[in-house]
């Protein structure tokens, strides 16, 4: 089976905490947690919808991708994340495809698979494949 969804929106900004005054005060989204993101040098704040969360990403330093992104374009979209069945299969057969990816191999966090596909690829969006488990 091939079935792909929208996982989350990534937003990057610059404090977590001003954000969260739209996003969870404003708008109501439940707060489904804080996270720091030791690998990707970033926080992040989870906010639930029904069938995705929006993502608040703020870097934690100023060498970090999310950081040179936010000095270099301004708070905003950052990337949009699909989840797939098996990312490995994805990967091939973007890879296959010409597809430029960032990540060639699946990096792995708290037994979730993901990988970044460039943005030259896809038109200008930064798009993250994510599985669930890893099988």
């Known amino acids: 089976m091939n079935e792909m969804r929208i996982n989350h929106l990534a937003v990057v900004v610059d404090d977590l905490d001003s954000a969260l005054v739209f996003w969870r005060d404003g708008l109501g989204l439940p707060l489904g947690g804080r ?3 030791p690998a990707e040098a970033v926080e992040v704040a989870f906010l639930e919808l029904e069938n995705a969360h929006i993502e608040l990403v ?3 330093d100023d060498e970090s991708g999310v950081a040179k992104y ?3 374009r301004g708070a ?3 990337h949009v994340c699909i989840e797939v069945d098996d990312i490995h299969a994805k990967l091939k057969q ?4 010409g597809v430029e990816l960032i990540n060639e191999t699946p990096r792995e966090r708290d037994g979730r698979l993901y990988a970044f596909v460039h943005p030259k ?4 969006v930064l798009v993250e494949l994510y599985q669930r488990s890893v099988a």
């Open 35 to 37: 996270e720091d993101v």
């Open 58 to 60: 703020r870097p934690a």
């Open 70 to 72: 936010l000095a270099k």
């Open 76 to 78: 905003g979209m950052h």
């Open 94 to 97: 973007l890879a296959e495809a």
């Open 121 to 124: 690829s896809t038109g200008g």
